[in-house]
Nanobody, 115 residues
Framework: QVQLVESGGGLVQPGGSLTLSCAAT????????MAWYRQSPGKQRKLVAR???????YLSDDVKGRFTISTDGAKNMVYLQMNSLKFEDTGVYYC?????????WGQGTQVTVSS
């Protein structure tokens, strides 16, 4: 059974940093595409970062140069390192996986950027 559990969200000041973690069970990273999405208040859920089993990454234009996505295959963990956070980064961040033609979501973790 596939399960994704996020952690690491919280309240941070603009310019600050946070690292989100996603613990994945029931997934082989060698066959999965892992991603982080964000849903900001009043907006649709959008893709922030994605990492393929090859290690190739994708970052949305608004987070390039500030966010990094990575995985630890030995621990089945996915990370989102977020630096230089802005007000507009506020939202619920969801871990996502596409694995054997099925899509899975975590429950989300709240990130609030506020002074």
């Amino acid at each position: 059974q596939v399960q994704l559990v996020e952690s690491g969200g919280g309240l941070v000041q603009p310019g600050g940093s946070l690292t989100l973690s996603c613990a994945a069970t029931g997934i082989r990273f060698t066959s999965a595409v892992m991603a982080w999405y964000r849903q900001s208040p009043g907006k649709q859920r959008k893709l922030v970062a994605r990492i393929f089993s090859s290690g190739t990454t994708y970052l949305s234009d608004d987070v390039k140069g500030r966010f990094t996505i990575s995985t630890d295959g030995a621990k089945n963990m996915v990370y989102l390192q977020m630096n230089s956070l802005k007000f507009e980064d506020t939202g619920v961040y969801y871990c996502n996986s596409v694995y054997i033609s099925s899509q899975y979501w975590g429950q989300g973790t709240q990130v609030t950027v506020s002074s």
